[in-house]
């Protein structure tokens, strides 16, 4: 069967609406000739030209989008080098001017349970609360003839020398000292410092944290090993709904019981680790405070440290004494400095450098192609506003003339 289809004339109004739209581009594309030509960016007023030639135009609009193509390889490059490597480790060397810390001096006697006072214990529960107090000794390089000397402390004790403003954890290293004699020992000092502008710059930049800038509720102070004990102390309470008396608790935290404490002893493998294995994480829905590895617990180093090295032993045996001496055996003639070299100040200055070799741009020209791409919806917004009005005064206008007539 044959079927015979009448193509439909178009109608006014269609002709109408066709020719408003075709009128409304033409318009657009005049005016974003007349800005670009107007434009002080180099490349633009050649593109927008049509009174050259077609081919040199199209060498301009070529040449154009190479040089943004460039501008966005040396930009990325120097975005990366902002996020990678804004920090840089110089060395100063004018160590007379310097003060550094006097080691922390911990003493563990081998020796630590009384059975008398630990039947006590067990037999009434009671908590208690531990005060800490610290006070740190800043020497200089004259000070070199400073020592702390103890006598008779205990029959045998560990000893470690640390930071002033760090705490033990199970693998610092300790000497223990279980003869009579006369123990002396040295200590050098490696000391590390941060220039006051890096205080300034984001976290996730400089990748280190000072002291003041504590990530816990539970020190307040901040210290990288600090940091892995809260992470230690949050697995432990996951694990077991509770903490061992011998850590800080929170508000919100209880103290273990001496059934509780199983728990502990259970999982003790993995909380020296901070590292959960996958039998455990089964148990576990939620996997907040459970770290894979010590990672996880996001630590970040100390900007300002001192590092104390053991050196320097000797040893003279004596009767019935037990005598420790503790001296700076050498002071750092060398420190290093963590120091900006690479701020968002420079990112900015060498982003202008670029974009004005490449195209000739300045902040008043980009200012000038925002103010170029804003004027197009404004303008739409603004014609849309127009025409909705008309229709609300369109709507309006029967009404008041039906009233007129009922009058």
């Known amino acids: 069967m044959l079927r015979i289809t009448v193509k439909e004339k178009p109608t006014f109004k269609k002709r109408r609406d066709n020719y408003a739209r075709r009128l409304k581009t033409q318009k657009l594309i005049k005016y974003l000739q007349s800005e670009l030509r107007t434009s002080t960016t180099h490349g633009l007023p050649y593109i927008a030209n049509t009174e050259i030639h077609w ?28 996020v990678e490597q804004p920090i840089v480790n110089s060395v100063e060397k004018d160590y007379l001017n310097w003060n550094v810390s006097y080691p922390a001096i911990v003493l563990c006697p081998v020796t630590k349970i009384d059975n ?77 410092r941060a220039s006051e502008d890096l205080k300034y710059i984001p976290l996730h930049l400089r990748k280190c944290r000072f002291t003041n800038e504590t990530s816990s509720k539970r020190y307040p102070i901040y210290s990288y090993n600090r940091c892995l004990l809260d992470c230690r102390i949050r697995m432990i309470f996951k694990l077991c709904d509770c903490i061992p008396h011998f850590y800080k608790p929170l508000d919100h935290e209880r103290i273990c019981n001496l059934a509780e404490l199983e728990c502990v002893f259970e999982y003790k493998k993995e909380i020296m680790k901070l590292s959960i294995g996958n039998e455990t994480i089964g148990k576990f829905e939620n996997m907040d405070d459970l770290p894979r590895s010590f990672r996880d617990c996001g630590c970040l180093g100390n900007c300002e440290e001192d590092v104390f090295k053991n050196d320097r032993e000797t040893f003279l045996p004596q009767v019935n004494m037990n005598r420790l001496r503790v001296s700076v055996y050498a002071f750092p003639k060398v420190r290093v400095m963590r120091e900006i070299i690479f701020s968002f100040y420079d990112v900015f200055l060498r982003s202008g450098g670029v974009v004005n070799l490449c195209i000739g741009t300045s902040v008043i020209s980009i200012m000038e192609l925002i103010l170029t791409a804003l004027r197009i919806p404004i303008y739409e917004i603004m014609q849309i506003a127009k025409g909705v009005w008309r229709r609300y005064k369109r709507s309006k206008l029967p009404r008041l003339t039906n009233n007129k007539k009922q009058m």
């Open 116 to 192: 008398e006072m630990l039947t006590t214990y067990v037999n009434k529960w009671s908590d208690s609360s531990v005060a800490y107090a610290k006070n740190n000794i800043e020497l200089s390089v004259h000070d070199i003839d400073f020592f702390v000397q103890l006598v008779n402390y205990a029959s045998a004790y560990k000893v470690y020398t640390l930071s002033p403003d760090e705490i033990i954890l199970s693998g610092t290293p300790a000497l223990t000292f279980e003869t009579e004699g006369f123990l002396s020992f040295g200590v050098q000092i490696t000391s590390t």
């Open 55 to 82: 081919f040199e135009r199209i060498f301009w609009a070529a040449c154009f989008g190479i040089s943004c193509a460039i501008i966005f390889v040396l930009l990325s490059a120097q975005y990366t080098r902002l």
